[in-house]
């Protein structure tokens, strides 16, 4: 497992009972996370001073508890990046802190490669992975069909100091923007999706990612150039573990191509217990150096 133990504004504090325990900057929000089974005693005294928590429903969905959380947002920084954090509807806060290691990947093979590098983000929601890619040099076309995910995402950029960088924001389903791409000829040096494990379309269209990762990796790959560095696939979904991952690159992405494949468990740490909180994971082609 990769473990995001580079953050100075975000830290779980602890884990038990299906909840964690988390400081995003000065706030301290308690959230329900599956993978937590265990119930070691929540004796650490911050449980009982959480700001907000997030309560699920029985009859589904769920929502926040506001016990003492007098601001809608508020900013937290990786690095040199900024992001506005904001509890929303689902548990989320607009961020996902353990993708940092996959930004820090991204960020070196951008450096490595010592030339101008066009990145394609599909699926890019606030903008985290964006933001590192331009941070490091590379310009950037940021696709969700969520307009307020990608109004969040430009708020990201300026907050960065990144609002001149060249990226292009656009709203749009990610697999017809794909197919587009492919009949204009447009081609990228590094791509990297992390769709979601279910959803409908606007027109009623069910996407379950088991279905329909195949041919969307085996379409969006004839998009990568043929200098490309990474593709990099990441996912949520707990019937798709990272060796799965792995072989749909190998045969799809890495098909024809030099380089290598590799995948990995992506998580964060826990102060409380010293172990890590397994978070999602990714899988990798790149081109070696």
Known sequence: MRIADQWRDYEI???????????????????????????T?????????ANARYLRSSSGGGSWQNR???KEKWQIRYKELTF???PTGFKHTGLFPEQAVNWDFMDRKIRE??????VLNLFAYTGGATLACAA???????????KGMVAW??????????????????VDDCKKFVEREIRRGSRYDGILLDPPSYGRGPGGEVWKLEEQIYDLLALTSQLLSDNAVFFLLNSYTTGLPA?????????????????????SEIGLPVTVSGFSLPCGSTAVWERES
């Open 84 to 86: 506005q954090v904001s």
């Open 136 to 146: 490091a040099g590379a310009s950037v076309c940021h696709v969700d069909a969520s």
């Open 113 to 118: 490669a010592a030339r101008p590098v066009k």
């Open 243 to 263: 060796s799965v991952m792995a072989y749909l690159l190998g045969v799809t992405v890495a098909s024809g191509r030099e380089g290598r494949v590799w995948a």
């Open 153 to 170: 995402a430009r708020e990201n950029a300026m907050l960065s100091g990144l609002g001149d960088r060249p990226i292009r924001w656009i």
């Open 68 to 70: 003492s959380l007098n």
């Open 41 to 49: 005693p929540k004796e650490h005294p911050m449980w009982k001073k």
């Open 13 to 39: 504090i602890d884990t038990s009972g299906g909840e964690k325990l988390e400081r995003w900057g000065d706030v301290l929000l308690i959230r329900p996370d599956p993978q937590i089974i265990w119930n």
